[in-house]
């Protein structure tokens, strides 16, 4: 699928040198974008860019301006403000089979999805507005799922022993495979992106939003393309580092993601800030680590109750 070359109109973005890093804040009022209805914007339109990383948008689709969640984002100390109505937001929703395909013609070529393009290998982290009750999917070259690190403060109002909740996609079972040929990790085909509050046994809520990062490691000259699966999703801006030792804290407090938390390693058993604690329903519906039901005999790590519980 081959990128449309059209002319772009160019989002001012605040850069800045963060610990080694570059850091990008949008400024989508330069797009034209406001809040109160949406404005067309063509595939290939430079969203902002810094010295390694263009970030542009993948489809023809309508965007608007939004506000990201309360407080901002802290990196390696420095705190990050997006201002007021300067992140963007598609229309357009994403198919939701793109969370169990690696055919990314499964999206439909159409709908809300950032793509980014960097110049030298390292780690992208992505500013957004996080659901508890959404799907994330990252591809490379637009057919390959790529593993992530997903962190956000969007399930503190649901359960709130857990301020944060983190889980890594190279850690969760059955999510990834390596492949030899490239000497990297993949996602599997038949595995299903899961929504938090399917990871962490969670229902009868709709939804729950705070600011959260998507993680993931990027290779020169290569394109990764970003998408909430079955919905939109709302970016600020994005980092860029070649070590992957950004830690990432909020105004509010919480820790998001700690120095050389990479994909596939710091994520544990992929499901950071649950407590263990004693199982009280005996009858609760038990989950894997992956968010998948299991025998309420089953052994091992599991989640009951939305907590993470380990059973012998």
Same mark, same amino acid.
């Given at each position: 699928?081959?990128?449309?070359?059209?002319?772009?109109?160019?989002?001012?973005?605040?850069?800045?040198?963060?610990?080694?890093?570059?850091?990008?804040?949008?400024?989508?009022?330069?797009?034209?974008?406001?809040? *109160?209805?949406?404005?067309?914007?063509?595939?290939?339109?430079?969203?902002? $860019?810094?010295?390694?990383?263009?970030?542009?948008?993948?489809?023809?689709?309508?965007?608007?301006?939004?506000?990201?969640?309360?407080?901002?984002?802290?990196?390696?100390?420095?705190?990050?403000?997006?201002?007021?109505?300067?992140?963007?937001?598609?229309?357009?929703?994403?198919?939701? *089979?793109?969370?169990?395909?690696?055919?990314?013609?499964?999206?439909?070529?159409?709908?809300?999805?950032?793509?980014?393009?960097?110049?030298?290998?390292?780690?992208?982290?992505?500013?957004? $507005?996080?659901?508890?009750?959404?799907?994330?999917?990252?591809?490379?070259?637009?057919?390959?799922?790529?593993?992530?690190?997903?962190?956000?403060?969007?399930?503190?109002?649901?359960?709130?022993?857990?301020?944060?909740?983190?889980?890594?996609?190279?850690?969760?079972?059955?999510?990834?495979?390596?492949?030899?040929?490239?000497?990297?990790?993949?996602?599997?085909?038949?595995?299903?992106?899961?929504?938090?509050? *399917?990871?962490?046994?969670?229902?009868?809520?709709?939804?729950?939003?705070?600011?959260?990062?998507?993680?993931?490691?990027?290779?020169?000259?290569?394109?990764?393309?970003?998408?909430?699966?079955?919905?939109?999703?709302?970016?600020?801006?994005?980092?860029?580092?070649?070590?992957?030792?950004?830690?990432?804290?909020?105004?509010?407090?919480?820790?998001?993601?700690?120095?050389?938390?990479?994909?596939?390693?710091?994520?544990?058993?992929?499901?950071?800030?649950?407590?263990?604690?004693?199982?009280?329903?005996?009858?609760?519906?038990?989950?894997?680590?992956?968010?998948?039901?299991?025998?309420?005999?089953?052994?091992?790590?599991?989640?009951?109750?939305?907590?993470?519980?380990?059973?012998?």
């Amino acid at each position: 699928m081959k990128k449309m070359l059209l002319s772009a109109a160019l989002v001012m973005a605040a850069l800045s040198a963060n610990a080694q890093g570059e850091l990008c804040v949008f400024n989508g009022s330069s797009l034209g974008l406001n809040a *109160d209805a949406v404005t067309p914007v063509a595939a290939g339109t430079e969203i902002a $860019s810094s010295a390694s990383v263009k970030a542009t948008i993948k489809f023809d689709d309508s965007y608007k301006l939004v506000n990201m969640k309360a407080g901002s984002f802290i990196i390696n100390g420095e705190e990050v403000s997006i201002p007021e109505g300067s992140a963007i937001q598609g229309n357009g929703n994403g198919k939701g *089979d793109c969370a169990t395909s690696t055919n990314f013609a499964a999206q439909g070529g159409a709908g809300c999805v950032y793509e980014f393009a960097p110049t030298q290998t390292g780690y992208l982290y992505l500013m957004i $507005s996080a659901s508890a009750n959404k799907q994330y999917v990252v591809y490379e070259n637009e057919l390959s799922r790529m593993p992530y690190i997903y962190a956000s403060e969007d399930v503190t109002d649901v359960v709130p022993d857990v301020s944060v909740f983190a889980y890594d996609m190279m850690n969760l079972e059955g999510a990834t495979y390596y492949d030899e040929t490239v000497s990297d990790y993949y996602v599997t085909e038949d595995y299903t992106i899961n929504k938090v509050f *399917d990871i962490l046994g969670i229902t009868g809520y709709e939804k729950s939003d705070g600011n959260g990062i998507l993680k993931f490691k990027v290779y020169a000259d290569q394109t990764y393309q970003a998408m909430a699966v079955g919905s939109k999703m709302s970016i600020g801006g994005f980092y860029f580092d070649t070590t992957g030792d950004a830690t990432i804290t909020t105004t509010n407090g919480n820790t998001l993601l700690e120095a050389g938390q990479v994909p596939g390693n710091g994520g544990g058993t992929g499901i950071a800030g649950v407590e263990v604690k004693d199982e009280v329903d005996a009858n609760a519906p038990v989950y894997n680590i992956a968010g998948q039901r299991v025998n309420k005999n089953a052994k091992g790590l599991v989640i009951v109750n939305g907590k993470k519980v380990l059973r012998k």
